[in-house]
C-alpha cells in the first residue's frame, strides 16, 4: 500500500540555518510528489512538486526537494531559513487507482519552529 | 481569484445536530476532495469525487455524506454530530483526480460538545 514517513514530528533551527526535512514514501510506480507547507490557521499551500525529469525540483520561498529512487526519499531544503518559515510541512504522494480515481497520500507532517 | 473557499469558517454543534460544511471551486477543477485534520493525524481523506456526478469514500467516511452538486460546488454532512467528529475540516480541489497537485480552502474549524 502506498504512504508517506516523515520522521521528524518537531524541528527547532536558527534563523539563518540550513533546513532539510526528511520524507520517505512507498509507492509502486514513478511516484508524483508535493511539498505542502501550512501556516497556522491557514490551508495548505503547494511549494512544489516532482513528476518526472530533473530529480531537484525547484519551489516558491526559495525551497527545493531532491527526490532519490534508490532511498525513496524526497527531502525539503532551504539553505538559510527565516523566521516566517515557521509552519508545518507535509509530504504527499500522488496515488492512482485506476481511470479517473486516485488521491494524495500525506505525511503526518513535521512542524518547523525558528529560533531568532 | 478566490481558488476554493469554505463556509463557516468555524462552527459549535450540540451532539446529535446535524450540518452540512459547503465548498466552492473556481478554477474549473474536475477533482474535489474533503479532508479532517487532527493533531498528530495529518490529512485524513473523508470523501473524494473524481468528477461531477460521482463520489467515493476515502480513508474515514462513517459519519459523513457528500453531495457534488455541480462542477463547482462539494457539500460535506454530518447527519448526527459526536464529539469525536471535532476536526478542522479542509476542502480541495485538481484538475484530475490521483497524481495531479491539490489546491486548499482555508479549512472549517468544528467543535462538537
Known amino acids: 500500500a502506498q504512504s508517506v514517513t516523515q520522521p521528524d514530528i518537531h524541528i527547532t533551527v536558527s534563523e539563518g540555518a540550513s533546513l532539510e526535512l526528511r520524507c520517505n514514501y512507498s509507492?509502486?510506480?514513478?511516484?508524483?510528489l508535493f511539498w505542502y507547507v501550512q501556516s497556522p490557521g491557514q490551508g495548505l499551500q503547494l511549494l512544489l512538486k516532482?513528476?518526472?525529469?530533473?530529480?531537484l525540483v525547484q519551489g516558491i520561498k526559495g525551497f527545493e526537494a531532491e527526490f532519490k529512487r534508490s532511498q525513496s526519499s524526497f527531502n525539503l531544503r532551504k539553505p538559510s531559513v527565516h523566521w516566517s518559515d515557521a509552519a508545518e510541512y507535509f509530504c504527499?504522494?500522488?496515488?492512482?487507482?485506476?481511470?479517473?480515481?486516485?488521491?494524495?497520500?500525506f505525511g503526518k507532517g513535521t512542524k518547523l519552529s525558528v529560533k531568532p | 481569484n478566490a481558488g476554493v473557499t469554505q463556509t463557516p469558517k468555524f462552527q459549535v454543534l450540540k451532539t446529535g445536530q446535524s450540518m452540512t460544511l459547503q465548498c466552492a471551486q473556481d478554477?474549473?477543477?474536475?477533482?474535489m476532495y474533503w479532508y479532517r485534520q487532527d493533531p498528530g493525524m495529518g490529512l485524513r481523506l473523508i470523501y473524494y469525487?473524481?468528477?461531477?456526478?460521482?463520489?467515493d469514500k476515502g480513508e474515514v467516511p462513517n459519519g459523513y455524506n457528500v453531495s457534488r452538486l455541480n462542477k463547482r460546488e462539494f457539500s460535506l454532512r454530518l447527519e448526527s454530530a459526536a464529539p469525536s467528529q471535532t476536526s478542522v475540516y479542509f476542502c480541495?480541489?485538481?484538475?484530475?483526480?490521483?497524481?495531479?497537485?491539490?489546491?486548499f480552502g482555508d479549512g472549517t474549524r468544528l467543535s462538537i460538545l
Open positions: 478554477m474549473n477543477h474536475n477533482s
Open positions: 509507492y509502486g510506480a514513478t511516484p508524483y
Open positions: 480541495a480541489s485538481s484538475e484530475g483526480a490521483g497524481q495531479q497537485p491539490q489546491h
Open positions: 516532482y513528476f518526472s525529469g530533473d530529480t
Open positions: 469525487s473524481a468528477s461531477e456526478g460521482t463520489t
Open positions: 504527499a504522494v500522488g496515488a492512482w487507482y485506476g481511470g479517473s480515481q486516485g488521491n494524495l497520500i
